[in-house]
C-alpha cells in the first residue's frame, strides 16, 4: 500500500514537472570526497527528468543545491558559509529553494532544517530518488525532508549527466557505503552499510563513456577492493547465498578484468583502497593489463600500530609494509598516495615518529593529510578524549606535510629522462600554451600544445618537474588512439 501511494505521488510529482518544461534552473555545488561529485551528476540526470537544466549562474537558479561532506568540522564550516551566501541571494530571489544533500544533510537534518531554518530541503545520499516529491513538498510552501538509508540503492540505473565535464574522464560508481566502522570516521552513519552494483551496468556505464569520447574512468566507491556481486544484497549477506551465486560472484579483481577486456583501448582508474581489503589478485590484474594504470590511493593515517588499533583500522604497520612491497614488486613503476591523520587522540611524538618514518619507508607520490578533527556521533568522540594540543597538531601536520613535499619532488626526479604516456585533459592552468594531461602513474603533465588536441594519447619526454608537475616536449602520439 505504501509502495503504490508513493508510486501515485511521484506520478504526479513527474507530471507537474513535465509540464513545465526544462525551463527551471539548477545550480549545484560539491565539496568533500569523489563520491560527492559522482552523486551530484547522478542528482543533475534525475532533476534533467524533472524540468530542470543546471547552470552555472546561482543569482538565475531556482534550485540551489549543495552536496555536503562530515569528514571534517573545517568542511561543515565551510558549508554554513556557502549557505549563507545562498540565503544572502534567495532575499532577492524569492522563487529560489535551497536543499542540502550529502553527507551533512544525513547528520544535521533536524538542525539544518527545524532549528536553524536555513533551508528548504534536506536530501540523504540514499534519497535522491525521491526528489521528484520533495520538490513537490517546497513548491507547494513546505520544507522536505528524506535521510532514510538504504540497504540496496546504488543508483546503477540512473545515467548521471557530466558536471562540468572536460568530455574526457569520468568517475563510475561501483560501491556504496562503508563496513569498515574506522573510530574517526562518520562514512559508515552517513552512507550507510556496503554495497555493490551490478557488473552490467557498469561495464554499460564505462562503454557508453568510450562512445562518447571519454577516454579515461575512475571506478569509485568508499571502499572499491570491498567490491563483491552475487545478484544484489549486502556484503555481509553473502555467506547466506545459494552455492551457484557464491560460485559466479564478481569480486573487485574480477570486476576490473572485465572492465579492461570491454574497453581496453579506456584508461581505468579506481580509488579508493583500504589496505586490510586490497587483495593480491587484485595487485596481479593491475600488472595484466596495460590499460589499467599504475597507481594506487593506499590510506593509511598513521605509521603506529598503537594509533591504528585505536583507529580501528584492521592492519598494522608491517601488514602495510608487506602490501606496499608486494605492490612494488609486480608493479615497479605503480605511483602510490596517502590519507595521513596527525593528532588522533592520545598521539604521542613517538607516534608522531612512527608515521614519518613509515612514510620514508613508503615514499608517496603524493598525499592528503590532516590534523585530527572531532566528529561528533563517531566511537572516538564517544570514547576517546580529543587530547592533543591544537599546536602540537599543526606542529605535526607542517612536519608531514614537509616530509611529503620531499618524497614528491624525489618521486617525479625518477620521470626525468623518461617518455610518458599522456592523455590531455585540456589546457594548462598556468599556460594557454600548454596542454595539461596525466600520466599513468596520475602524475600532472604539462606540454606545448603544438597540433595535438583534448582526448588524444601523446608520448612526452620529461624534461623538468616540480614536486607536482611533469614538464616535457611531445614526441608524437601514442598507439592507443
Same mark, same amino acid.
Given at each position: 500500500?505504501?509502495?503504490?501511494? &508513493?508510486e501515485?505521488r511521484?506520478?504526479?510529482a ?8 526544462n525551463q527551471?534552473?539548477l545550480?549545484?555545488e560539491?565539496?568533500?570526497c569523489?563520491?560527492?561529485f559522482?552523486?551530484?551528476?547522478? #542528482?543533475?540526470s ?8 543546471t547552470?552555472?549562474? *546561482? ?8 552536496n555536503?561532506?562530515?569528514?571534517r ?6 558549508v ?9 541571494v534567495?532575499k532577492?530571489?524569492?522563487? *529560489?529553494?535551497v ?19 536555513i ?8 534519497a ?14 513546505r520544507?522536505?525532508?528524506n535521510?532514510i ?6 543508483y546503477?540505473d540512473?545515467a ?5 565535464s ?15 566502522m ?27 563513456? @568510450?562512445e562518447?569520447? $571519454?577516454?579515461?574512468v ?10 563483491? @556481486? ?5 556484503k555481509?549477506? $553473502?555467506?547466506? !547465498?545459494s552455492?551457484?551465486?557464491r !560460485?559466479t560472484?564478481?569480486? $573487485? ?5 572485465l ?5 581496453p583501448? *579506456?584508461?581505468?582508474?579506481?580509488? /579508493?583502497?583500504n %589496505?586490510q ?8 590484474t593491475m600488472?595484466?593489463f ?18 591504528l ?5 584492521l592492519?598494522t604497520?608491517?601488514?602495510?609494509f608487506?602490501l606496499?612491497d ?6 615497479p613503476?605503480c ?13 604521542t611524538e613517538?607516534?608522531?615518529q612512527?608515521?614519518?618514518?613509515l *612514510?620514508?619507508?613508503?615514499?608517496y607520490?603524493y598525499?592528503?593529510?590532516?590534523a585530527?578533527?572531532?566528529? %561528533? ?9 580529543? &587530547? #592533543? ?12 606535510? !614537509? ?18 604516456e599522456?592523455?590531455i ?6 599556460s594557454?600554451?600548454h596542454?595539461?594531461?596525466r ?6 603533465v604539462?606540454f606545448?600544445?603544438?597540433?595535438y ?7 612526452v619526454?620529461?624534461?623538468d618537474c616540480?614536486?607536482? /608537475?611533469?614538464?616535457?616536449t611531445?614526441l ?6
Amino acid at each position: 500500500m505504501e509502495k503504490l501511494i &508513493d508510486e501515485k505521488r511521484q506520478g504526479t510529482a513527474l507530471k507537474r514537472q513535465s509540464e513545465q518544461g526544462n525551463q527551471r534552473k539548477l545550480y549545484i555545488e560539491s565539496y568533500g570526497c569523489q563520491m560527492n561529485f559522482s552523486d551530484s551528476e547522478i #542528482v543533475a540526470s534525475i532533476l534533467s527528468e524533472q524540468g530542470f537544466n543546471t547552470t552555472e549562474n *546561482m543569482q538565475e537558479a531556482d534550485l540551489v543545491l549543495v552536496n555536503t561532506c562530515s569528514i571534517r568540522d573545517k568542511a561543515e564550516q565551510t558549508v554554513r558559509k556557502r549557505l549563507e551566501k545562498f540565503n544572502a541571494v534567495k532575499k532577492s530571489n524569492p522563487k *529560489m529553494k535551497v536543499g542540502v544533500l550529502g553527507c551533512m544533510a544525513e547528520r544535521l537534518k533536524s538542525k539544518l532544517l527545524e532549528e536553524e531554518k536555513i533551508v528548504d530541503m534536506v536530501v540523504g545520499p540514499d534519497a535522491y530518488k525521491d526528489l521528484p516529491n520533495l520538490l513537490q513538498e517546497i513548491d507547494e510552501g513546505r520544507s522536505a525532508v528524506n535521510v532514510i538509508l538504504s540497504k540496496d540503492e546504488t543508483y546503477g540505473d540512473v545515467a548521471p549527466v557530466r558536471l562540468n565535464s572536460n568530455g574526457v574522464t569520468a568517475f563510475v560508481s561501483i560501491t556504496r557505503g562503508c563496513d569498515n566502522m574506522c573510530t574517526f570516521c562518520v562514512v559508515p552513519f552517513t552512507r550507510g552499510r556496503e554495497r555493490s552494483r551490478d557488473p552490467h551496468s557498469i561495464i554499460a556505464e564505462v562503454k557508453g563513456l @568510450w562512445e562518447k569520447g $571519454f577516454r579515461e574512468v575512475t571506478l569509485l566507491g568508499q571502499n572499491v577492493d570491498s567490491y563483491l @556481486w552475487y545478484g544484489g544484497g549486502l556484503k555481509k549477506d $553473502f555467506k547466506t !547465498a545459494s552455492a551457484m551465486q557464491r !560460485a559466479t560472484a564478481v569480486n $573487485f579483481a574480477k570486476l576490473l578484468e572485465l572492465t579492461a577486456l570491454a574497453q581496453p583501448k *579506456m584508461r581505468i582508474r579506481f580509488s /579508493t583502497s583500504n %589496505p586490510q581489503d586490497m587483495t593480491m589478485d587484485v595487485i596481479e590484474t593491475m600488472a595484466r593489463f596495460p590499460n589499467i594504470c599504475n597507481y594506487i590511493h593506499l590510506p593509511v593515517q598513521s605509521g603506529s600500530n598503537r594509533i591504528l588499533k585505536a583507529m580501528n583500522r584492521l592492519h598494522t604497520r608491517e601488514e602495510y609494509f608487506a602490501l606496499v612491497d608486494n605492490i612494488r614488486q609486480l608493479i615497479p613503476d605503480c605511483a602510490i598516495s596517502q590519507d595521513m591523520i596527525t593528532g588522533f587522540p592520545t598521539e604521542t611524538e613517538q607516534d608522531h615518529q612512527d608515521t614519518l618514518t613509515l *612514510m620514508e619507508y613508503v615514499k608517496y607520490d603524493y598525499g592528503f593529510m590532516f590534523a585530527y578533527s572531532e566528529r %561528533p556521533g563517531t566511537m572516538a568522540a564517544r570514547k576517546l578524549e580529543d &587530547d #592533543v594540543p591544537e599546536a602540537t597538531k599543526k606542529r605535526r601536520l607542517q612536519e608531514i606535510i !614537509a616530509l611529503q613535499r620531499r618524497h614528491s619532488l624525489y618521486r617525479t626526479q625518477q620521470h626525468l629522462g623518461s617518455t610518458a604516456e599522456v592523455l590531455i585533459e585540456g589546457p594548462s592552468k598556468k599556460s594557454g600554451a600548454h596542454w595539461m594531461g596525466r600520466n599513468t602513474q596520475n602524475t600532472v603533465v604539462v606540454f606545448p600544445k603544438e597540433h595535438y588536441q583534448v582526448g588524444e594519447f601523446v608520448n612526452v619526454k620529461i624534461t623538468d618537474c616540480t614536486s607536482a /608537475t611533469l614538464l616535457g616536449t611531445a614526441l608524437g602520439h601514442s598507439d592507443n588512439n
